[in-house]
């Protein structure tokens, strides 16, 4: 029996595509991948730069790109252990995304900030 390729499809709830948009789209992915985006970083240097990133999370979402293919995990021998995390080739792939949508939120606060205030001056919290 001949099996039918479906075409991805992110508006479809079990589509492996939304997973992958879920994981790109994460505030915490896009914070890390723009961090590595400059070269390989040490746990401890991904969680001074990403401020407000809890150990917790900051370790989930490392595992969710590296599983992902997004990130390379490498264990060094020494004393202690150091371990250094880097994008793959598919993770730099990302860059131009990440760096467009950090330029567009740095390039319109203001205007976000604005409607904000007129949005919540014109129509209370319901």
Same mark, same amino acid.
Not at 13 to 17: M, Q, V, Y
Not at 26 to 30: K, Q, T
Not at 80 to 87: E, M, N, T
């Given at each position: 029996m001949e099996s039918k390729q479906v075409e991805p499809d992110v508006f479809q @709830?079990?589509?492996?595509?939304r997973q992958v948009i879920d994981r790109i789209g994460? @505030?915490?992915?896009?914070l890390v991948v723009l961090t590595l985006a400059t070269g390989s970083r040490r746990y401890g240097?991904?969680?001074t730069r990403i401020d407000g990133i809890s150990q917790k999370m900051l370790t989930q979402t490392l595992r969710g790109l590296e599983r992902?293919?997004?990130v390379? @995990?490498?264990v060094h021998a020494s004393v +202690? +252990?150091?371990?250094?995390?880097?994008?793959t080739d598919l993770g730099h792939s990302l860059r131009d995304l990440v760096s467009g949508l950090e330029s567009w939120a740095t390039t319109h606060l203001a205007e976000v900030q604005a409607a904000r205030l007129r949005y919540d001056?014109?129509?209370p919290p319901r």
């Open positions: @709830r079990n589509c492996g595509s994460d @505030r915490w992915s896009v240097e991904l969680a992902d293919g997004l390379t @995990r490498t +202690p +252990p150091r371990v250094d995390y880097a994008l001056a014109d129509d």
